[in-house]
């Protein structure tokens, strides 16, 4: 296991658990326990987590995990909803992307649609997140809108008044929602207020807004509310989703396609 994936593994089990022994961080990564205390005091370093005496605790910081440090958890199941979700996409179409690693995903699976490989633009895409931006810059046939903000660390992602401004400008056809919880009774929701807001105008700028969240999204709760259920059209989940979560979606009138 390379470096890089031990720090995701142990970065992303300490935001479950609160805490880590080197011990028992060894025998689940399958490393040895010098090469785990090394590893603690290099993210210790980065201020990414706390040394105690035996182990590490989350930082206080830290308990939204930064996406570069988050592993490809659930990596198949974001995949297959990323390109149902890019199925919905119709070419000439504006569409809003909001950050995370499933709109990364469907943005990637826009880039590799047979039918977006030319036109003028073939697609139109506004995005706060400077990743999905950088990836999808390289596509000439697509027309890339970022907004303005202030980057937030933990996402990639441009919030504040600037991303307001250029907001209030457009409209979509659609918007992407890659969020933390959604929930029949409570909505959509992100970890942050800043977040949320960008996120909130862009569903208010859609003429349709798709909510792409894996089954481990569904039926949780998260601070900042993003909007409420009845805004969504479309729900893209996998198919280890509840049923009856998903009959609760159905019933608020919210089209669920299981990936």
């Not at 390109?83 to 990637?108: C, F, H, I, S």
């Not at 596509?139 to 307001?164: H, M, N």
């Not at 918007?175 to 929701?189: I, K």
């Amino acid at each position: 296991m390379s470096r890089d994936a031990r720090w995701k593994a142990l970065l992303e089990l300490l935001v479950e658990r609160g805490r880590l022994d080197v011990e028992a961080a060894a025998a689940e990564l399958a490393v040895s326990a010098a090469t785990i205390r090394r590893d603690f005091d290099q993210l210790a370093e980065q201020q990414m987590l706390l040394r105690t005496r035996g182990g590490a605790v989350v930082h206080g910081v830290s308990y939204e995990l930064p996406l570069r440090y988050k592993t490809a958890r659930q990596a198949s199941e974001k995949q297959r909803i990323a390109r149902a979700v890019a199925d919905l996409v119709a070419p000439g179409e504006a569409v809003g992307l909001t950050g995370g690693t499933t709109t990364t995903e469907v943005a990637r699976a826009l880039a590799v649609r047979d039918d977006l490989t030319s036109g003028s633009p073939a697609l139109t895409v506004v995005t706060n997140a400077l990743n999905i931006a950088a990836e999808l810059a390289v596509r000439p046939q697509f027309k890339i809108v970022v907004t303005g903000g202030v980057a937030r660390a933990q996402s990639y992602e441009l919030v504040g008044p600037l991303a307001d401004g250029v907001l209030g400008q457009i409209t979509l056809d659609v918007a992407v929602l890659g969020v933390v919880s959604f929930d029949a009774t409570h909505g959509a929701a992100a970890h942050d207020e800043a977040e949320a807001a960008v996120d909130r105008l862009l569903c208010e700028r859609a003429e349709r807004v798709v909510v792409a969240a894996d089954s481990s999204k569904l039926g949780r709760r998260a601070f900042a509310r993003i909007c409420a259920a009845d805004a969504v059209d479309t729900l893209v989940t996998d198919t280890a989703a509840d049923a009856a979560a998903v009959e609760r979606f159905e019933e608020a009138g919210i089209r669920v396609l299981l990936a």
